[in-house]
């Protein structure tokens, strides 16, 4: 299973971007699906997520100006991100919950999109 994250970025604050991430490969099914994003000299942190069923779950820092959805028939998660501030800035990786055709359950993660937000 691959996850190919693209969209990532220079913008200026206020700004908007739009990130995606297509998940390939042996995939009977794919459960919750969501975005991370480490900028440096911190850990990585959670930014949204979104279940099979599409509930969501934001980060307090992104509520209100992000947007995640995801399109079960292309195995893709988006994440519009608007209002965007310079405090965004950051590598964000794509994560997957998948049951592979094999029947075996595991944690997939995308390669990172850079994110770039300044005047």
């Known amino acids: 299973v691959q996850l190919q994250a693209s969209g990532g970025g220079l913008v200026q604050p206020g700004g908007s971007l739009r990130l995606s991430c297509a998940a390939s490969?042996?995939?009977?099914?794919?459960?919750?699906m969501g975005w991370y994003r480490q900028a440096p000299g911190n850990q990585r942190e959670l930014v949204a997520v979104?279940?099979?069923?599409?509930?969501?779950n934001y980060a307090n820092s992104v509520k209100g100006r992000f947007t995640i959805s995801r399109d079960n028939a292309k195995n893709t998660v988006y994440l519009q991100m608007n209002s965007l501030k310079p405090e965004d800035t950051a590598v964000y990786y794509c994560?997957?919950?998948?049951?592979?055709?094999?029947?075996?359950?595991?944690?997939?993660w995308g390669q990172g999109t850079q994110v770039t937000v300044s005047s």
């Open positions: 979104i279940t099979s069923g599409g509930s969501t």
């Open positions: 994560h997957a919950r998948v049951t592979t055709g094999w029947g075996r359950e595991d944690d997939y």
């Open positions: 490969g042996s995939i009977f099914s794919i459960h919750a």
